[in-house]
């Protein structure tokens, strides 16, 4: 089973940044593609960023390009977003995600991939709060 903690969450003002952390744990080959997702309050889940720990290939959602990155520790099983520049709009609890191989590049492909790649996750995190204020 794996177990995935996120940490890091807390109130910026808008144009800060914040780094948040997930804890990895369990079985290591269901976790070879990790990615950060948010849901705003009334809004659907959606995904941030894609990490394929694998060739290390990134996927981020247009609302977050140039802003947000995400990286991880394989040694530490972290999975981290530096996420900059922030807005008010960023404003969400965010998830930390894992698969054993995640959405294939057909999906990743499509226009607005990132509301669309939900399910192919199937372990997730508790969320951790982020609030932007301007």
């Known amino acids: 089973r794996v177990h995935l903690v996120e940490s890091g969450g807390g109130s910026v003002q808008a144009g800060g940044s914040l780094r948040l952390s997930c804890q990895v744990s369990?079985?290591?080959?269901?976790?070879?593609?990790v990615a950060w997702f948010r849901q705003a309050p009334g809004k659907e889940r959606e995904a941030v960023a894609i990490?394929?720990?694998?060739?290390?290939?990134?996927h981020y959602a247009d609302s977050v390009k140039g802003r947000f990155a995400i990286s991880e520790d394989a040694f530490e099983n972290m999975v981290y977003l530096q996420m900059n520049s922030l807005k008010p709009e960023d404003t969400a609890m965010y998830y930390c995600?894992?698969?054993?191989?995640?959405?294939?590049?057909?999906?990743?492909?499509?226009?607005?991939?990132?509301?669309?790649?939900?399910?192919?996750?199937?372990?997730w995190g508790q969320g951790t709060q982020v609030t932007v204020f301007s």
């Open positions: 369990g079985n290591p080959y269901s976790n070879a593609c």
């Open positions: 990490l394929h720990s694998g060739g290390g290939s990134t």
């Open positions: 995600a894992a698969d054993s191989e995640g959405p294939g590049p057909g999906i990743l492909g499509l226009d607005g991939w990132w509301t669309q790649v939900q399910k192919s996750f199937p372990h």
